[in-house]
T-cell receptor
Framework: GAVVSQHPSWVICKSGTSVKIECRSL??????MFWYRQFPKQSLMLMAT?????????EQGVEKDKFLINHASLTLSTLTVTSAHPEDSSFYIC????????????FGNGTRLTVT | DAKTTQPPSMDCAEGRAANLPCNHS???????VYWYRQIHSQGPQYIIH???NNETNEMASLIITEDRKSSTLILPHATLRDTAVYYC????????????FGSGTQLTVLP
């Protein structure tokens, strides 16, 4: 079945630095990928929709200049948290649908970001 | 996507069947019922989906009522590794849109 690989699984960075998270579709081409964020004891919240070859679509309240999304190929989308602050510490998860029309969405294993 | 309602938490003894209910009284005729689960500190895992017939796979069974206003996910022999938050989501098959997650049900399998 479809597999979505996310890297790194965890990262610790200093306040003010930038962090890049990669999301790859391993056995299918993903024209669309979704980026979610999850704070402790809360459900997943959609941050943005990543479209191959075009600009990402951001949800209300998500700063596009802070959370840079690049989807340059059909198998790779990246999320860069720029000038990270402690309040950006969260669990970031990507998702994509498999190659066939009725494939369910599959999720990466998430990236735990801690900003110190 | 139609709204769903799930109990916030449930306990189940190891080796017993876990039955997780979901209400989706406003479901439309072309919407499917999907179940995902999220084990702590992992991404959500797809479990099963169905339209109106009962479905079974290697992970679970899905029972949908005849009026389609509710469903039950059944884990036939729960193990400690099944402890997770279980999400019931209703959406159109083949939708290119994102999944919208509610609060889900925290299932705790007890030894």
């Amino acid at each position: 079945g479809a597999v979505v690989s996310q890297h790194p699984s965890w990262v610790i960075c200093k306040s003010g630095t930038s962090v890049k998270i990669e999301c790859r579709s391993l056995d299918f081409q993903a024209t669309t990928m979704f980026w979610y964020r999850q704070f402790p004891k809360q459900s997943l919240m959609l941050m943005a929709t990543s479209n191959e070859g075009s600009k990402a679509t951001y949800e209300q309240g998500v700063e596009k200049d802070k959370f840079l999304i690049n989807h340059a190929s059909l198998t790779l989308s990246t999320l860069t948290v720029t000038s990270a602050h402690p309040e950006d510490s969260s669990f970031y998860i990507c998702s994509s649908r498999g190659s066939s029309y009725n494939s369910p969405l599959h999720f990466g294993n998430g990236t735990r970001l801690t900003v110190t | 996507d139609a709204k769903t309602t799930q109990p916030p938490s449930m306990d189940c003894a190891e080796g017993r069947a876990a039955n997780l209910p979901c209400n989706h009284s406003t479901i439309s005729g072309n919407e499917y019922v999907y179940w995902y689960r999220q084990i702590h500190s992992q991404g959500p895992q797809y479990i099963i989906h169905g339209l109106k017939n009962n479905e079974t796979n290697e992970m679970a069974s899905l029972i949908i009522t005849e009026d389609r206003k509710s469903s039950t996910l059944i884990l036939p022999h729960a193990t400690l590794r099944d402890t997770a938050v279980y999400y019931c989501i209703v959406r159109v098959l083949g939708s290119a849109r994102q999944l919208t997650f509610g609060s889900g049900t925290q299932l705790t399998v007890l030894p």
